[in-house]
Every structure is written in C-alpha cells, then in structure tokens.
C-alpha cells in the first residue's frame, strides 16, 4: 500500500503548440520526484482526454470528476500540473474546470489565465500602472473592417501584427511597408480570432522568470535573446542555429535588477501563480512589456529551464518548492 499522490501532467491542447507541449510535458514528468509522487500524463485534445503512460496508455479520463478506471479499479488524482501552451489551459479554461470539481493545481488560475492570455487586454490593463512601459496597440475582431491608414498612422511602421491570443510566435509578422499589412493580418487570424498591431520598439529582448511560494520568491537571472532572423520567431525560439540565447544578460547589475523588480510587480498585479516568463525589450535603459507566459515551454530547448539551471537549481527542485507550496507542506 501506497501513500504517494497521484499527480497527472497535462500535455497536448488545441494549439499550433501541440507537439511542444508534449516536450515540455515529458520535461515535467520526468523531472518530478517518482519517490513521493505517482506521476501519470494525460493527453487532452478536444474532447479526448487519455492517459499516455505506457502501462495505462489509452486509458479515459472521467471528466466528471478527473478520474481514471484501470482493471475495475478506479483512481483519482490528488494535483494537476498542466504543460499546455495555448488553449485550453494558458487561457484557463482548464483552471475553472480544477476549480469546479476541487482540484489543486500548479499555475496562475483563470483571471491571471485569461488576462495574459489576450495581449490586448493585459496591456489595456497594465496600462493603468506606472511601473512598466506599455507600447501603443490595436485590436481587430475577424470579420470586422479596418482602415490601414488610420493603423499606421497611429502605430507607425515598422509595426508588429500577432494573433492576440497565442504563443511561440506562431502567426507574427513584421510589417515594414503598407502594402504588407493586409497579408500579415490574414496569417495572424489564421492563428486566433482577435489579432493585435502593436507600434514596434527597437531594443534589445530580454526575459526574466520568476516564481513565488507563500514564503519566498524566486527571481531567475535574465536571458538576452539574439535572433539571427528578422525578429524572435518560432524557428529562432526552437532552433539554436537561429538565435543566440545568452544567459545572464549583458546588461548592467542595476538593469538587471530592475528588470527583476519589474517582472515582480507585474507578477503580483496580474495575480500569477507559478512559473511564468515575462518577456521585455531594453530601450534607452528603459523596460517595455511584451508579454506574460504563465505556463512557459519546459522543453530543452526552452528558455526557463536554462535560467532554473544558471540559477544553480534543478527542474526537480522547483516542482517540489511549488507543489509544496500549493499542497501546503
């Protein structure tokens, strides 16, 4: 007889970030300590929600209450630890259906979810701090019109068109000329209903992770993002051959820790739990936002577990810390 949790890890999603969250996933559940805990993957995509261990694989999930039945004997899960880029957990979605039913979980909870999910809406609200710079942006809902003029002339050109809800730089493009706004529009909505144009701030990237438990928090040391392409996209964010990922930032110990200070504040104002990466361009000493991502990749490639590692700390470490937290030890 075992006293050991169950603790299921969700991998897949509705997303162009599918097979990435799979990645991260198996990151996740390979790293959480076997010793305290039954660890089990569950694969959800659409309405399908399985088990993909090899010993249960296949095996369905009662959604009424988060439960499988192997060999007539049925088993819950005592925690949730979700790995799904996009929807329908970085959107929380999943958060609320864990909240209905009383199951705990790792991660921001819906309001964080939804908020930084939509890159409009979190910029709409940020705006009402003083502690970050926000850029200049607009919102187009698929099937509406639009006046290119009127955009550029309030966002100016260069600018950047992305789906407002998304990651992994899936759908962005920058618009350099006039005529490229209408075709870049139409790959972003490819991506998501709702695509955003943002003004472009010429800097440097650069990202910070962090995570919070009821006792401490956790600033990871920067990454300064160098792409080889036009911008950070997806094939720079997975493939080292298009981007230089240097950790800890070269920028000065008082940028660097007021990036850090930054990054903080806005975890607490967004109500983020969990691992999230906030990501940043450098301007003239001066920190924009881009965005948040509360459940950032876990991959190896990935840039999270990089700074968990330059910070002198295992992957396992951190899942403890933050299961420990939630669960209350």
């Not at 930084?116 to 200049?136: A, E, P, R």
């Not at 068109?161 to 992994?168: D, F, H, I, L, T």
């Not at 998501?192 to 003004?199: A, L």
Request: proline share 3%; glycine share 6%; net charge negative.
């Amino acid at each position: 007889m075992t006293n050991k949790k169950n603790i299921a890890v969700l991998a897949g999603g509705n997303s162009s970030e599918y097979f990435i969250s799979l990645k991260s996933a198996e990151t996740i559940a390979n790293e959480i300590d076997k010793e305290r805990y039954n660890v089990y993957t569950v694969q959800i995509k659409g309405d399908e929600w399985t088990l993909i261990n090899n010993l249960n694989c296949g095996l369905i999930i009662h959604k009424n209450d988060f439960s499988f039945t192997d060999r007539g004997q049925k088993e819950k899960f005592d925690f949730v630890i979700s790995a799904i880029h996009g929807t329908p957990s970085e959107d929380g979605l999943l958060q609320g259906y864990f909240d209905l039913i009383g199951m705990p979980y790792v991660g921001s909870g819906v309001l964080a979810s939804s908020l930084t999910f939509s890159k409009f809406y979190c910029n709409t609200f940020l705006n009402n701090f003083d502690f970050v710079n926000i850029s200049k942006s607009a919102l187009l809902r698929k099937g509406t019109e639009y006046n290119a003029n009127e955009i550029i002339k309030e966002l100016g050109l260069p600018c950047f068109v992305k789906p407002n809800a998304g990651g992994s730089s899936f759908g962005i493009t920058k618009v350099k000329k006039k005529e490229d706004l209408d075709a870049a529009i139409k790959i972003a909505f490819k991506e998501s209903d709702e695509v955003i144009i943002e003004e472009y701030i010429e800097g440097d990237e650069i990202q910070c992770g962090i995570f919070k438990t009821k006792y401490s928090e956790y600033k990871l040391p920067l990454v300064e993002i160098v792409p080889k392409n036009e911008f950070f996209d997806y094939q720079a964010k997975y493939d080292p051959n298009f981007s230089e990922e240097i950790i800890p930032a070269r920028i000065s110990d008082e940028l660097t820790e007021k990036c850090q200070n930054i990054t903080s504040e806005l975890y607490d104002a967004l109500n983020c739990k969990g691992i999230v990466r906030m990501d940043f361009i450098l301007k003239n000493g001066e920190f924009w936002f881009l965005e948040a991502n509360t459940i950032p990749g876990m991959t190896n490639e990935s840039l999270v577990p990089q700074m968990i590692k330059k910070a002198g700390m295992t992957i396992k470490e951190v899942m403890n810390l933050l299961i420990d937290d939630v669960l209350g030890k």
